[in-house]
């Protein structure tokens, strides 16, 4: 089973922008961290900042979950935007490098991150809630009721 992961042009929901290069700084990280030093560049927030987001439909609800390892809740910032946009962003910190300390591999990324997501009309946004359990976001934002339409019974004559 595949789950496809990118966003359509087609999808009225998604505000994803194509990246022609995306995916391509972190392979080039990647190769020349074997040889080279890692330098505080750009190119290494690239892995961080398209963290990946999972969204769900349930019937009550549209949830959201992100894995965010080794964030704290005081790290992220989650707000609903005019026009129902969802914005999930954050940052993690890169790691304080001591005098006398000799790192071999520096493999987690660090950096900002912005992900948003344009909310369907059933959407309830003055209700939204989000929590954090084992380094996993998780937004939850109900959806309004539908309303069924009133069938009136006519009397055949």
Known sequence: MSIIRH????DPFSLDVWDPWEGF???FNNLRSLSFPRTNSAGETSSFASTRVDWKETPEAHVF???LPG???EELKVEVEEGRVLQISGERNVEQEEKNDRWHRLERSSGKFLRRFRLPENA???QVTASMENGVLTVTVPKEELK???????QIA
């Open 25 to 27: 700084s972190s392979a």
């Open 148 to 154: 069924k339409p009133a069938i009136k019974s006519i």
């Open 65 to 67: 979950k992100a894995d």
């Open 71 to 73: 964030l704290k809740k």
């Open 124 to 126: 309830r946004v003055d």
């Open 7 to 10: 966003s359509n042009i087609f």
